[in-house]
């Protein structure tokens, strides 16, 4: 496994790991701050390639926070391992997360977070927006800096394949590909289409991002609201008539 560093947005740097079993990107995003961010640790497995990685950008024992958006492996796995590495390092999720997940798994308490709620690292400003079922389970949220208009999207816009680190062209297209090819596999309709699906994507899209952080696939840096508008219009299409 090969795991590539690129800076997709000031102090963000996109740490992605292909895996050829899987065929698609693995990427976590660290914000380099006063206080640095980490947004998703990578499953257990791949966690040595992901502190390699931290380490060219900052020293790892000074990670403060380390985000996700719901729990699986590829997004919190490797949590407890980087508590290892990170004495001060503290999860911050939804306050489902931190209660019906993190409070057997992991090896300290986590920082639930309202929704709307800030987390100060520094510089930037991250608001948490609770995106329950969106892209899967119930303790789902996503995180947006307000200093630069980053969202970081967790699965949503996947994209097999390994992707470059940064498009400023349409990355709906080949997400709605993979969207359309995963109805026919065995991981059919992974995202639940819900009455709320196409509310919560308005209301990302009305957050103005001008970069969309991507866990599987190629980020976007420009119109990020007419990018998540298309997204969920197809969503609406493919996964709502399924």
């Known amino acids: 496994m090969q795991t590539d560093v690129h800076e997709i947005a000031p102090d963000l740097y996109r740490i992605s790991t292909y895996v050829d079993e ?4 693995f990427n976590q995003f660290l914000l380099r701050d006063a206080e640095p961010f980490l947004m998703h640790t990578g499953m257990r497995r791949i966690f040595p390639a992901t ?3 931290v380490a060219r950008i900052i020293d790892p024992a000074t990670l403060r926070w380390i985000g996700y ?3 699986e492996p590829d997004e919190c796995g490797a949590l407890n391992e980087w508590f290892g590495v990170a004495p001060h390092a503290t999860a911050v999720c939804s306050m489902v997360g931190a209660m019906v997940m993190l409070g057997d798994f992991s090896d300290r308490p986590a920082r639930p977070m309202a929704d709307d709620e800030l987390l ?3 510089r930037h400003r991250l608001r948490f927006v609770s995106t329950p079922h969106l892209p899967h389970g119930w303790d789902a949220g996503l ?3 307000e200093a630069d208009k980053t969202l970081f999207c ?6 097999p394949g390994n992707a470059k680190p940064l498009s400023e062209s349409d990355i709906v297209e080949p997400a709605v590909d993979a969207m359309r090819a995963a ?3 065995p991981m059919a309709k992974d995202m639940p289409y819900t009455r709320d699906t196409r ?3 308005d209301r990302l899209a009305a957050l103005k991002p001008r970069t969309l952080a991507v866990m599987h696939g190629a980020s976007f840096r420009g119109d990020g609201a007419a990018t998540l508008r298309g997204y969920a219009d197809a969503v609406d299409t493919v996964l709502g008539t399924a």
């Open 22 to 25: 899987f065929g698609i990107q």
């Open 143 to 145: 995180f947006f800096d």
């Open 199 to 201: 509310r919560l994507l």
């Open 120 to 122: 100060e690292t520094g």
């Open 154 to 159: 967790s699965d949503l816009l996947f994209q």
């Open 51 to 53: 502190l390699d990685a």
């Open 183 to 185: 109805l026919e596999g």
């Open 69 to 71: 958006s719901h729990f």
